[in-house]
């Protein structure tokens, strides 16, 4: 069985990292091979990494408000990238009123507060 690679970063100016860095560590100790790009990255950053380090996972934390928008342009910078097929995990501060959006999007894990 291969080592699940998982790419986890933040996108724009979102810079409250507590969450995804206690991810990070949480999944490389389960032995997820972690690729973590930490906050400020653009969609296209972010889509190129993903499909570089030819992940299995991806994963967006979020502290402020505007993820619906963000997720979507992300989306499509994946797509762009060549990699629309990994699944995109959404975390932070996610309200429960914008989860079926995500999930239109094509987001496959939402982790909100609690």
Same mark, same amino acid.
Not at 1 to 29: N, P, Q
Not at 48 to 72: I, Q
Not at 81 to 104: K, N, Q, S, W, Y
């Given at each position: ?6 790419? +986890?970063?933040?996108? &724009?100016?979102? #810079?409250?990292? @507590?969450?995804?860095?206690t991810l990070s560590r949480i999944f490389r100790? #389960?032995?997820? =091979?972690?690729?973590?790009?930490? =906050? ?7 889509? *190129?990494?993903? *499909?570089? =380090?030819?992940?299995? +996972?991806? &994963?967006?934390?979020?502290?402020? #408000? $505007?993820?619906? @928008?963000?997720? $979507? *342009?992300?989306?499509?910078? +994946?797509?762009? *990238? $060549?990699? /629309?097929?990994? !699944?995109?995990?959404?975390? &932070?501060?996610i309200h429960a009123d914008d989860e079926p959006a995500l999930r239109d999007l $094509?987001? /496959?894990?939402?982790?909100? !507060? &609690?």
């Amino acid at each position: 069985m291969s080592t699940v690679r998982c790419v +986890l970063g933040m996108l &724009g100016t979102d #810079a409250h990292t @507590k969450g995804i860095r206690t991810l990070s560590r949480i999944f490389r100790d #389960a032995g997820v =091979e972690v690729v973590y790009l930490g =906050e400020h990255n653009t969609y296209e950053q972010f889509a *190129a990494s993903v *499909a570089s =380090e030819d992940a299995d +996972l991806a &994963g967006v934390s979020f502290s402020t #408000a $505007g993820y619906v @928008k963000h997720v $979507g *342009a992300l989306m499509r910078a +994946l797509d762009d *990238a $060549g990699a /629309a097929d990994v !699944p995109v995990m959404v975390g &932070g501060l996610i309200h429960a009123d914008d989860e079926p959006a995500l999930r239109d999007l $094509g987001v /496959a894990g939402i982790f909100g !507060p &609690g």
